[in-house]
């Protein structure tokens, strides 16, 4: 299967970010052909500072190595560095409807928060987004559930270019991680975790154990004592055991026998544990790796020139069949 998936350089990468994406891909790149890209254009469509991107961008490429992805595996590269994914974007914003996008939920939650910065490359993110997927003809593309949307307008977008101008894109389809789709913040647990919410609620991927340890003792808890999963009566300790239970490998229902007898605390407690465990490894690998900037872009650099080809062959067959020369 050819997969494509990517992560905005916005900042620091999240558990959430994390459990519903990046640790899917490290599992996928050993039987697909996965490319995993920094997806540079959509970051600027929000405020950000000039001088902190390139930093942003490296982090992210360091983040995906530190992870565990394979440049030997899989295709690591820059998005803004191949200007066919521009390109599409616009050849493909001439089919799709402007309330189509404005109806998109991320553009309105967006719109919201940022009042003074609707520009019009947040209403055409999901274009630019449909192009990233639509131009290495991808059929699997492993996200969290709050990107679903974006995928299948991507499908439908790919179902109107190949009606109109003949079978041309693959329709790609979601893979979403069967408990991790969504992971919610620690201080609000009917809100997903986000880099731009509560930082408090936000466990960085490679946050200190002393930080991981705070905030997990401070997550908002619910009603009564026991550990169960119940994410509609108990949001808080379901969205903890969710956490536990993906970075342990062990299933839900035998954390709630382990924990039976016991309360929140003793809970928490062992789960600061289990994350301080996994997380260790990837915060000194990231370590090592900030100090190798030259391997870091060469890795970006190769990716480059691999994904090119086939974003430059895509493109090709698409201006073609729309009349272009
Ligand atoms: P971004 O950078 O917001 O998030 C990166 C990935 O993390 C997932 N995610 C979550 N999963 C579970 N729980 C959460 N709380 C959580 N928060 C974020 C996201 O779903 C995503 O998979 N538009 C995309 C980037 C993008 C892209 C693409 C993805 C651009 N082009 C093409 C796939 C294919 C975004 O902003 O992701």
Not at 83 to 91: D, G, I, N, R, T
Not at 177 to 200: V, Y
Request: aromatic content about 8%; charged content about 25%; glycine content about 6%.
């Amino acid at each position: 299967m050819r997969i494509f998936s990517g992560v905005r350089p916005t900042g620091d990468v999240h558990i959430g970010n994390y459990l519903g994406a990046i640790k899917q891909w490290v599992k996928l790149q050993e039987k697909n052909e996965c490319i995993f890209c920094i997806v540079d254009l959509h970051a600027i469509t929000t405020p950000y500072k000039k001088e902190q991107l390139q930093k942003n961008i490296l982090e992210t490429t360091v983040t995906y190595l530190a992870a565990g992805l394979n440049p030997e595996k899989s295709i690591i590269f820059v998005q803004s560095q191949i200007k066919e994914h521009s390109e599409l974007a616009w050849l493909l914003g001439t089919i799709i409807p402007v309330g189509e996008l404005q109806r998109m939920t991320q553009f309105k939650e967006k719109t919201k928060k940022h009042p003074k910065y609707v520009n019009a490359g947040l209403l055409n993110y999901p274009v630019l987004m449909a192009a990233d997927i639509l131009l290495y003809q991808t059929q699997l593309v492993p996200v969290g559930k709050d990107q679903q949307q974006h995928v299948e307008l991507t499908r439908t977008i790919a179902r109107r270019f190949n009606q109109q101008f003949g079978k041309t894109f693959k329709l790609p389809q979601t893979l979403l991680s069967k408990t991790g789709a969504k992971i919610m913040s620690l201080q609000n647990p009917t809100k997903k975790m986000s880099k731009t919410g509560n930082p408090r609620g936000c466990i960085g991927l490679f946050d200190k154990p002393g930080i991981i340890k705070s905030k997990v003792m401070a997550a908002v808890t619910d009603t009564g004592k026991e550990i169960v999963y119940n994410p509609q009566k108990k949001p808080g300790i379901s969205n903890l055991l969710t956490i536990y239970s993906l970075f342990s490998e062990k299933p839900i229902k035998q954390l709630e026998t382990e924990f039976k007898d016991q309360d929140y605390v003793d809970f928490k407690e062992s789960l600061v544990k289990v994350l301080i465990k996994s997380l260790e490894p990837l915060r000194q690998k990231r370590k090592e790796l900030l100090d190798r900037e030259v391997y870091v872009n060469e890795i970006l650099n190769q990716g480059k020139r691999k994904a090119e080809i086939i974003a430059q062959s895509t493109i090709k067959e698409v201006k073609k069949n729309m009349g272009l020369l």
